[in-house]
C-alpha cells in the first residue's frame, strides 16, 4: 500500500471513494425500506416498553411480519448475484461437458422451484382467502402473504435472469467459480 495514512502533521488522512449505487437492484432498495421500518417499528416497541412503561402489542407481530419481507424480497438479491449454495469442488474435478450439463439442470430445477413457489403461494392466498386475519393487528393474513409472493416472483425473475446470463455467455458460475454473473 503507497498511500500513506499519517501526514506530515501527525494527523491521520484517508480519503474515501465515491459510492456508486447504480447497480443495486430495485429488491435491494425494497428490502432497505423494509428492514428500515423494521428498525423503527423495534425502536418504538423498545421506547414503548423501556421508557414509557406502557408497551405497544402490536410491535412485535408486526416486527415479526417485516423480518419475513426483508428475508423474502432480500433473497431475490442473492438470487440476481447468483450466490446461492454450491459445490465448487466437484465441479472442478468432473468432465466440462457433465458439468455443463449439470449447471444447465440447476437453472433449470431452480427456476421450477421459483414457479412451483410462486403456484403453491397463490393456491395458499386464494383458499385463505381475507378469513384469516393477523393476531392483534386487525390486517387479512394475506398481506404478509403477498410480500412472499413478490419475493417469489422476483425470486424466478431474477432467475430467468441468470440463466440467460449463462446460456449466452455459454458457461454458469458453477462451472466457473472465479466468474461472477456480472462477468459478460
Excluded at 410491535?59 to 415479526?64: D, H
Excluded at 403456484?119 to 386487525?138: F, P, R, S
Aim: hydrophobic share 50%.
Amino acid at each position: 500500500m503507497s498511500e500513506k495514512l499519517l501526514g506530515d502533521d501527525g494527523e491521520f488522512h484517508v480519503t474515501d471513494e465515491a459510492v456508486d449505487l447504480s447497480g443495486t437492484t430495485v429488491e435491494a432498495w425494497a428490502a432497505l425500506g423494509i428492514f428500515w421500518a423494521l428498525g423503527l417499528t423495534v425502536l418504538y416497541q423498545f421506547v414503548t416498553r423501556y421508557v414509557l412503561n406502557d408497551s405497544a402489542a402490536w410491535t412485535e407481530e408486526i416486527a415479526r411480519y417485516l423480518l419475513i419481507g426483508v428475508v423474502f424480497i432480500g433473497a431475490s438479491i442473492g438470487v440476481a448475484k447468483n450466490n446461492h449454495i454450491q459445490v465448487d469442488f466437484f465441479y472442478r474435478h468432473m468432465p466440462t461437458r457433465m458439468g455443463k450439463a449439470l449447471g444447465i439442470a440447476v437453472d433449470v430445477l431452480r427456476t421450477l422451484f421459483f414457479v412451483a413457489a410462486v403456484v403453491m403461494t397463490v393456491q395458499m392466498m386464494i383458499k385463505i382467502g381475507n378469513n384469516a386475519a393477523m393476531t392483534i393487528v386487525d390486517l387479512p393474513m394475506n398481506i404478509v402473504y403477498g410480500v412472499c409472493l413478490l419475493g417469489f416472483v422476483a425470486m424466478l425473475a431474477r432467475s430467468l435472469q441468470v440463466s440467460w446470463v449463462h446460456w449466452q455467455r455459454g458457461y454458469c458460475v458453477l462451472e466457473r467459480p472465479e466468474s461472477t454473473i456480472q462477468d459478460r
